[in-house]
C-alpha cells in the first residue's frame, strides 16, 4: 500500500547525535523550490543552494543535539510566519552535519525513501530518518 507523508506530520533526520525536526512542504512550497534559478553565462540554471535554504527555512522545525559555546541549548528563531530567520537558516548551515541533513532532507522532500549518498551510491552513513505522524 502507498504511504503518504501529512502536512501535519513530522520526519526526524538523525545526524550522529544532532536530530532536525523537518515538516513535509505544501505543494505551493514545492513549487517555488522547483522555481529557485540563477543566470550562468547568460543562462537560466537550478540553483540547489538557494532551493535547499528555501527548504530548510520552510521546513525545519525543531532541532536537538546542538550547543552554544556558553554549554546552553540552541534553538531555532522563528519569523512572524512561523520560518526560520534568515540569521538562523545561516547559524544551522554552519554545522558540521549541515551536508548529511540537506542531502537526507532533499531526498525526502517528495516522500519517505531510502537515504543515499549521491556521491557513492551506497546509503548516508550515520544518519537516519523517522516519521512522527499526528494522523488525520
Known amino acids: 500500500m502507498a504511504k503518504i507523508l501529512r502536512l501535519t506530520d513530522t520526519v526526524i533526520i538523525s545526524v550522529g547525535d544532532v536530530k532536525f525536526h523537518i515538516s513535509p512542504l505544501s505543494h505551493e512550497k514545492k513549487i517555488e523550490l522547483a522555481n529557485c534559478t540563477k543566470v550562468v553565462g547568460g543562462v537560466d540554471h537550478y540553483d540547489l543552494a538557494?532551493?535547499?535554504?528555501?527548504?530548510?527555512?520552510?521546513?525545519?522545525k525543531k532541532i536537538e543535539g546542538v550547543e552554544g559555546y556558553e554549554k546552553e541549548p540552541y534553538e531555532l528563531q522563528f519569523d512572524e510566519n512561523g520560518n526560520l530567520t534568515d540569521d538562523c537558516i545561516s547559524e544551522v548551515f554552519s554545522l558540521e552535519q549541515r551536508t548529511d541533513f540537506t542531502v537526507a532532507a532533499w531526498q525526502l522532500l517528495n516522500g519517505m525513501k531510502p537515504l543515499i549518498n549521491p556521491g557513492t551510491g551506497k546509503p548516508l552513513e550515520g544518519v537516519t530518518a523517522e516519521v512522527v505522524s499526528k494522523g488525520k
Open 50 to 60: 538557494a532551493a535547499q535554504r528555501l527548504y530548510v527555512k520552510y521546513g525545519l
